[in-house]
């Protein structure tokens, strides 16, 4: 256990001394210097020297400077692959907190699965191209999709209702096509990963990852760990039922939560009322300017979230919230709506010490997750550490 945590450690936040490690582990100094012993003579991880001017470089003990410890294979750059309803992003990076390059591109939300790999595969082999790279010098890929993905097998669920990805198994695709190992998970998943281990989750270890876009989705974090279900399929918010009499769902339910809140629903509502046809950028902007109609809407929506997340919230007592996903400017006043729901229908004692706060990385969560993964090489299992505990 203090073995993989450390590795985590290194993998996730980067390079550390060992009293960092010593501080985050909870451990004592000689457990874990026996550990690092190991770990080197393994030929995990690697000794480099401390700059001179660093007050972590400083040590009492008869002016030994001890180095910063380091993985090994930190040096090798890493693939994360975001694949969204409409977007897909491509990152190149040294670290998960280090990305070197990134691509982002709109697909035709009609497009088979198969065009959307292809094109993926093109996108990251022209950004290893431009970083002047070749695939075999990349560690590893990370790959989020927005379908459930069964954790041990990477199947995607044939009972999906994003029909063109139906019991495809993207990682093996994308791993023979860029010839290097391919980690996937669920976008929503990787979200919650990203938001935990190094943005606006890290220190707590019961959280919930809300992902408002055109779809919406949770990623749950129990004790520290990243919780995927049965078959990799916790976490579906948008289809928690919100009003019994309500309008069909894409899933062939009445009344879900994406029904009143998904972003295609926020538009089609201001576009009803409007003499023009309105993107979604174009929503968050009116809310910014203040406009009456696009505050009540995307009100509404934040309140339908949080009626959504109260059971969720009695009944985990997390410490976070923490909204993501592609509302831009107005995912503050979607946080707002969501912690005064939450507060006024959970009851107080779950929900005292809560905040729901905006995600550090904004629409970007996902595929910083897909970093993380494609450098831990995924973690088989429905339960998993997301970051060492202190
Ligand atoms: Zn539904």
């Not at 480099?48 to 001890?66: E, I, K």
């Not at 070749?134 to 993905?149: F, K, M, N, R, Y």
């Not at 990385?361 to 831990?376: D, E, K, S, Y």
Request: net charge negative.
């Amino acid at each position: 256990m203090s073995r993989r945590l450390v590795l985590e450690y290194l993998s996730t936040k980067g390079d550390a001394t060992r009293s960092e490690l010593v501080a985050a582990m909870g451990m004592s100094f000689s457990a874990i210097s026996t550990l690092v012993i190991q770990l080197r003579d393994e030929g995990l991880v690697e000794e480099v020297p401390t700059s001179a001017d660093s007050g972590m470089a400083r040590t009492a003990r008869r002016g030994r400077r001890p180095g910063l410890l380091r993985l090994k294979e930190q040096s090798t750059p890493i693939l994360g692959i975001d694949i969204g309803h409409a977007v897909v992003r491509v990152a190149i990076a040294e670290s998960p907190s280090a990305i070197l390059d990134e691509a982002v591109q709109e697909i035709d939300t009609d497009q088979s699965a198969e065009r959307t790999m292809q094109l993926v595969v093109e996108l990251s082999r022209q950004l290893v191209a431009r970083n002047s790279l070749a695939l075999e010098e990349i560690a590893a890929c990370g790959v989020g999709v927005p379908s459930p993905v069964d954790s041990v097998t990477g199947v995607i669920d044939p009972q999906t209702i994003v029909h063109e990805w139906a019991g495809l198994s993207p990682g093996k695709e994308f791993s023979q096509a860029l010839g290097i190992p391919a980690f996937i998970d669920n976008d929503a998943n990787l979200g919650a990963l990203a938001e935990a281990t190094l943005g606006a989750g890290v220190g707590c270890r019961t959280q919930v990852f809300v992902k408002i876009g055109f779809g919406i989705g949770a990623g749950l974090i129990f004790g520290g760990s990243l919780y995927s279900g049965a078959n990799g399929a916790a976490g579906e918010l948008g289809h928690v039922q919100i009003r019994s009499d309500g309008v069909l769902c894409r899933c062939g339910a009445r009344g879900c939560l994406e029904t009143v809140a998904s972003a295609e629903h926020l538009v089609a509502s201001l576009e009803a009322i409007s003499e023009r046809s309105l993107s979604l950028a174009d929503v968050v902007a009116m809310v910014a300017s203040g406009d009456r109609a696009a505050t009540r809407v995307f009100v509404d929506a934040g309140r339908a979230v949080g009626r959504s997340l109260t059971s969720i919230c009695t009944l985990l007592n997390p410490e976070a919230v923490i909204v993501g996903g592609d509302m831009g400017g107005a995912t503050g006043l979607l946080a707002a709506q969501i912690q005064d729901v939450l507060t006024d229908n959970s009851l107080p004692s779950s929900v005292h010490n809560l905040r729901v706060v905006p995600a550090a990385f904004g629409p970007r969560a996902g595929l910083v997750g897909a970093l993380i993964n494609a450098r831990l090489r995924g973690r088989p299992g429905p339960m998993r550490p997301v970051q060492p505990l202190a």
